[in-house]
């Protein structure tokens, strides 16, 4: 069975720093790219960070560059997002995805698996 659980959500204020981790059991991430989405309350989702297992090479929306950091442990089949200088508007649901290959537009793709989410609140 494939499955993705995310970890590592929370409450913290505002300019304070979260992990969120990313497993994977029933694949392995070669040559899968693993992304973030968001979901804040009456917003649609969003992705947010992104990698590929094939060259470690991150990719950022505009909103969290400079702040968040995605990278991968192969041997733990885990992705891990170190979230600093969080911000009130980071509030969401956190989503780890997977979809095999490399895509131009990561976020437009059509993701083959999908976690359950982990909650991170971020207080003013």
């Known amino acids: 069975e494939v499955q993705l659980v995310e970890s590592g959500g929370g409450l913290v204020q505002a300019g304070g720093s979260l992990r969120l981790s990313c497993t994977a059991s029933?694949?392995?991430?070669?040559?899968?790219?693993i992304a973030w989405f968001r979901q804040a309350p009456g917003k649609e989702r969003e992705g947010v960070s992104c990698i590929h297992s094939s060259d470690g090479k991150p990719y950022y929306t505009d909103s969290v560059r400079g702040r968040f950091t995605i990278t991968a442990d192969d041997a733990k089949n885990t992705v891990y997002l170190q979230m600093n200088s969080l911000k009130p508007e980071d509030t969401g649901v956190y989503y780890c995805a997977g979809v095999y290959g490399t895509w131009y537009d990561p976020f437009t793709a059509e993701y083959d698996y999908w976690g359950q989410g982990t909650q991170v609140t971020v207080s003013s």
């Open positions: 029933g694949f392995t991430f070669d040559d899968y790219t």
